[in-house]
């Protein structure tokens, strides 16, 4: 009887969990990872001038964006969308932090991060660190990046997904490119309740 | 050479074949498509990664995908093996799959190691929702399994 009493709540919670994610994964826009594992951890130079550390964002849902600011194409696409979600979100997203480290460190300072990205929202912090370092974070989240190209105007062709990280620090989502700002709104959330 | 009323069972054979013909494309026509489950899976077996560590040449993943919307619009990914996988558009960790579902028609490219042109593409169309559409849906199909 007293087994009862524990395995009965037990299983009561695991068939909820169960139900829960498969719900959050029939609903979400993004890409699902089931089980979501953690996220790497990464340590590098902030554009705000403070070092950018992901588990100080503990408590807020992690928009994580890989690109460079001579992107042509996709990086301000992706951005512009990140801006108009964050916009639409209003209250919410003080519980949001977009991030967004640089696949070209080589040009990519944290200066010109800063004021690349206070054109899209000033709330962005963008990363930065030696190609070793940054390569280390790419290669822990799959994300590729090639130069392209000789001289001062070469091109880095990068992962153009967007990952989602919860606000315990979970690797939960992948966003692929393309996807309008009202199914960030959703997935975030979604994460965020 | 005999005409065929003089061959009657040739002219049976050649009416039978007709109607089995118009029938299955009318069949094919008609029939709305339905599948048991919308997910399309692709899955890395258990000694993958030591099965090409050893110098063998393993494909799972085909370099072009085809889904289609409403019908088998998502694609399900796994790493059954023991090892950290880059597994189409991203890493997956051993055990972990990843489900991503489509929503809109279209060509979608993604950067996949996997693969010797290190892309991966899924094709997305959309729901065949006339006869003839049926039709060709079905046909191709069945040429892409057989292909």
Redesign the interface.
Known sequence: MRYATRIVPLCAYMLLSMTAHAAE?DA????????A?DAPEFSVRGSDGAPLILSRYRGKVVVLAFGYTSCPNVCPVTLAVLAQAHRKLAALGSQVQVIYLTVDPERDSAERLKQYLAAFDPTFVGGTGTDAQMAAVRK???V?AEKVGTGQDYAV?H?S?VYLITREGKLRA?M?F?HKADDYVHDISMLLN | MQPLHKRPWMAIAAVTVAAAASGTATWAAFTPITFGSREEIFEIPKGTWARRMAGNKVEILPSRIYLTLGIRDVLLLKNQDDVPQIFGPTLMMPGQSFRLPFELAGSYQFACTAHASGQMTVVVDAQPDTPWGRLVWRARRIFRVVA
């Not at chain 1, 979400?28 to 089980?35: D, H, S």
């Open positions: 994964a979400l826009k993004a890409g699902i990872f089931n089980p594992r822990s989240y799959g590729t062709a992962s997904f992948l692929p393309g």
